[in-house]
């Protein structure tokens, strides 16, 4: 009925579900929206938990090609990523599925591809991955404004390994922090009404701090 979606998951990840606008609740949506409602919304909950594990093998792919290896090494990580389950904060199926933190995992995966694609725009300028890169930013980010330490990593990571390969093919180091910066504003521009929000109702809330 156009209401927001306060009524799906009223807490995800330590966070009130109003932190997630456009998070891992819309996708749940979407994926029963374009079935026209034949699976309700548990049904499309566990369709979207199913995708969010399997995307990381694209990801593999996308950057096993970027290093000219071949499918293989993708499928090898995909098989481990499938197999070891992992503690609760590895982002694998431990918290993804017994924890239930899909929105921390969800937030992951983006960042994993918007690592994929940065480096790919860094390395040859396609706009296309520019594009990709910002929507898997803003993506990580409205799943879990957490995120944005993982995506920070990211930019530091993938600009580092341009600067260490200045002196061979790489596109230097003013470019590719022009590149990485670029990415990191459209990204940001992306996920401004959430992080708005936050700044503007964050004394509403209150947060319990792990140590």
């Known amino acids: 009925d156009g209401e927001l979606l306060r009524w799906i998951g009223h807490h995800q990840g330590g966070y009130p579900v109003e932190f997630y606008p ?3 609740a819309w996708l749940e949506v979407g994926v029963w929206a374009l079935t026209f409602g034949l699976f309700s919304i548990p049904q499309a909950h566990t369709i979207v938990i199913v995708l969010i594990f399997l995307a990381p093998g694209l990801a593999f792919l996308l950057l096993a090609r970027q290093d000219g290896w071949g499918g293989g090494v993708a499928i090898l990580a995909l098989a481990l990523h499938v197999v070891v389950p992992g503690d609760w904060w590895h982002g694998g199926y431990t918290e993804l599925v017994q924890w239930g933190l899909v929105t921390n995992v969800g937030g992951a995966v983006a960042a ?16 296309v991955a520019a594009a990709g890169a910002a929507l898997a930013a803003a993506g990580a ?13 990211v930019g530091a990571g993938v600009w580092l390994t341009a600067a260490l390969r200045s002196g061979d093919d790489g596109p230097g180091v003013r470019i590719a922090a022009v590149r990485v910066a670029l990415v990191g504003v459209l990204g940001g521009l992306l996920s401004a009404p959430e992080l708005l929000s936050l700044v503007r109702f964050g004394d509403l809330y209150q947060f319990v701090r792990y140590e």
């Open 112 to 127: 994993l591809f918007c690592l994929a694609l940065l480096a790919r725009y860094v390395e040859a300028g396609a706009g």
């Open 22 to 24: 456009l998070g891992v």
């Open 141 to 153: 980010v409205y799943a879990n404004p957490r995120s944005m330490i993982a995506l920070a990593a």
